[in-house]
């Protein structure tokens, strides 16, 4: 079964400190991992994605396979940061079902 | 990217009757999902409305209770039908690709629509 696990409702951090959000995955084939984020009375839209290999707005989050793995990471948080993340998985290639986590909330304290 | 409106934003509603959300993108899509969004919950897929065919039902979804329309490219409805309580959530509209070309792999959302059943 395809199955998206973040283990942590909510998450509160000091403005500067490291922030990590964990993302675990189940899945049979060939997956490609995403990260969402919806801010405060805005819609869900794209973070980051495992293929891009990018790092948008200091974030960065790599697919460990061994571990199925997919946490979500940031050196230093930032209280615009604040916001729900959703770990979310598709198959490769385009029209495949994409499983979303139960989401993460974020909280960054100044 | 695609721009997706949909409407109403919201709207409180009487146990038994029915409420139509609707979803307008601003270009030809080829694939348009309905999500649902339970408080504490993660974005569950209703269904895909596929253009020119009926749509395609997720488990535990039946088409007498989420009838969908897809008439064209860049236009969906999904109706709740005989609602109650339970169905008090956040719909989602959402849109992967262009038509007629490859896609990207990436969802786009509409701002949802949040429905609380009395």
């Known amino acids: 079964a395809q199955r998206v696990t973040q283990p942590e409702k909510l998450l509160s951090v000091f403005k500067g400190a490291p922030v990590e959000l964990k993302c675990n995955y189940s899945?049979?084939?060939?997956?490609?991992l995403f990260w969402y984020v919806q801010y405060s009375r805005q819609r869900l839209q794209l973070l980051l994605r495992?293929?891009s290999r990018e790092s948008i707005k200091g974030f960065t989050a790599d697919l460990n396979k061994g571990e199925t793995s997919f946490h979500l990471k940031k050196p230093f948080a930032q209280e615009e940061d604040s916001a729900m993340y959703y770990c979310?998985?598709?198959?490769?290639?385009?029209?495949?079902?994409?499983?979303f986590g139960t989401g993460t909330s974020l909280t960054v304290i100044p | 990217s695609a721009v997706i409106s949909q409407k109403p934003s919201r709207d409180i509603c009487q146990r038994g009757t029915s409420l139509t959300i609707q979803c307008q993108v601003d270009?030809?899509?080829?694939?348009m999902f309905w999500y649902r969004q339970q408080p504490g919950q993660s974005l569950t897929l209703i269904a895909t409305?596929?253009?020119?065919?009926?749509?395609?039902?997720e488990s535990g979804f039946v088409i007498d209770k989420f009838p969908i329309s897809r008439p064209n490219l860049t236009f969906s409805t999904l109706t709740v039908s005989n609602m109650s309580p339970e169905d008090s959530s956040i719909y989602l509209c959402?849109?992967?690709?262009?038509?007629?070309?490859?896609?990207?792999?990436?969802?786009?959302f509409g701002e949802g629509s949040r429905l609380t059943v009395l």
């Open positions: 959402s849109v992967e690709g262009l038509a007629g070309g490859p896609g990207t792999g990436e969802l786009f």
């Open positions: 899945y049979s084939g060939s997956p490609e």
């Open positions: 409305a596929n253009q020119g065919s009926e749509a395609t039902y």
């Open positions: 270009s030809q899509v080829t694939m």
């Open positions: 495992h293929i």
């Open positions: 979310a998985l598709s198959g490769l290639g385009t029209g495949n079902q994409f499983y």
